[in-house]
Nanobody, 116 residues
Framework: QAQLVESGGGLVQAGGSLRLSCASS????????MGWYRQAPGKPREMVAT???????NYADFVQGRFIISRDNTKNTMSLQMNNLKPEDTAVYYC??????????WGQGTQVTVSS
């Protein structure tokens, strides 16, 4: 089973941007749905955005057009471009595939902190 490793988190001021990356140790061609999820302190983990192998995307309502998810099936990577960040976007962000989400199997994630 390929590992998914997140990177790109950091500290940014409100209104700023970050680009998160997810690298797979194996091919993602067999993964029909991949996504970004996040968990803020004291809150349950929630879906941020998902993308299918064909490129169809789905976003949580709170994204409100600020984030763009993409995947590169040739490079085995997935990205999340986050613009106009808000303090409420502060969370640990995880990339995952649908099968592992259902199995509740998660990686280390990457911390995103947005200061006001």
């Amino acid at each position: 089973q390929a590992q998914l490793v997140e990177s790109g988190g950091g500290l940014v001021q409100a209104g700023g941007s970050l680009r998160l990356s997810c690298a797979s140790s194996g091919s993602i061609l067999g993964i029909s749905v991949m996504g970004w999820y996040r968990q803020a302190p004291g809150k349950p983990r929630e879906m941020v955005a998902t993308v299918t192998i064909g490129g169809s995307t789905n976003y949580a309502d709170f994204v409100q057009g600020r984030f763009i998810i993409s995947r590169d099936n040739t490079k085995n990577t997935m990205s999340l471009q986050m613009n106009n960040l808000k303090p409420e976007d502060t969370a640990v962000y995880y990339c995952n595939d649908l099968r592992r989400v259902i199995a509740d199997s998660w990686g280390q994630g990457t911390q995103v902190t947005v200061s006001s």
